[in-house]
């Protein structure tokens, strides 16, 4: 089955950088978009990027443009999320999710890993 | 950027109610929508994509319509486990988002 598994979060100061990882399995990795949503604590969903399945397309919501990377290998089935120059707000669950296919949404999720971003 | 509004934001029911939410696009994204459940302390599940497609094992009690800015999700008759937090999601351009989500709950 699809499975998803995220890892990387923790406590950060503000300025600081932290990777996310997210390791699949279960599925042909290399043909699907990937995605990142996060969720702030008590807060709505906001999608934070995505990318093709061949990693050549990447789009970042607005305020993590410049300060955010994505990235893929396909050859390890997995994604990456490089955050830096973290602010408070940027503390939240972060997500991984496949996007089932050119007309599907985010059909399957990880469990999430939370950044916090405290001095 | 292609902005979501959801309305209401929460929404007070009873069991066997039908349920109508409704999201707005500020721009025409055709039928790229997708909607989401998520249930406190759980991972978003995919209800609907492509506006109207059920996705895979969703009850039928869901559906979703629309075209264009306008879009609804209706719970044809509201269970005890369908009190929860409902998402749409524009997929249509290269910026994606997600509304603010209407909470669902018990009246």
């Known amino acids: 089955q699809v499975l998803l598994v995220e890892s990387g979060g923790g406590l950060v100061k503000p300025g600081g950088s932290l990777r996310l990882s997210c390791a699949a399995s279960?599925?042909?990795?290399?043909?699907?978009?990937m995605s990142w949503i996060r969720q702030a604590p008590g807060k709505g969903l906001e999608w934070v990027s995505y990318?093709?399945?061949?990693?050549?397309?990447?789009y970042y919501t607005d305020s993590v443009k410049g300060r955010f990377s994505i990235s893929r290998d396909n050859a390890k089935n997995s994604l990456y999320l490089q955050m830096n120059s973290l602010r408070a707000e940027d503390t939240a669950i972060y997500y991984c999710?496949?996007?089932?296919?050119?007309?599907?949404?985010?059909?399957?999720w990880g469990q999430g890993t939370l950044v916090t971003v405290s001095s | 950027d292609i902005r979501m509004t959801q309305s209401p934001s929460t929404l007070s029911a009873s069991v066997g109610d039908r349920v109508t939410i409704t999201c707005r696009a500020s721009?025409?994204?055709?039928?790229?929508l997708a909607w989401y459940q998520q249930k406190p302390g759980k991972v978003p599940t995919l209800l609907i994509y492509?506006?109207?497609i059920l996705e895979s094992g969703v009850p039928s009690r869901f559906s979703g319509s629309g075209f264009g800015t306008e879009f609804t999700l209706t719970i044809s008759s509201l269970q005890p486990d369908d009190f929860a937090s409902y998402y749409c999601?524009?997929?249509?351009?290269?910026?994606?988002?997600f509304g603010q989500g209407t909470k669902v709950e018990i009246k």
């Open positions: 721009q025409n994204i055709t039928s790229w």
């Open positions: 279960g599925f042909t990795f290399s043909e699907h978009y």
């Open positions: 999601q524009q997929y249509n351009s290269f910026s994606w988002a």
């Open positions: 492509k506006a109207s």
């Open positions: 999710a496949r996007k089932g296919g050119f007309t599907h949404g985010l059909d399957h």
């Open positions: 990318t093709s399945s061949g990693g050549v397309t990447k």
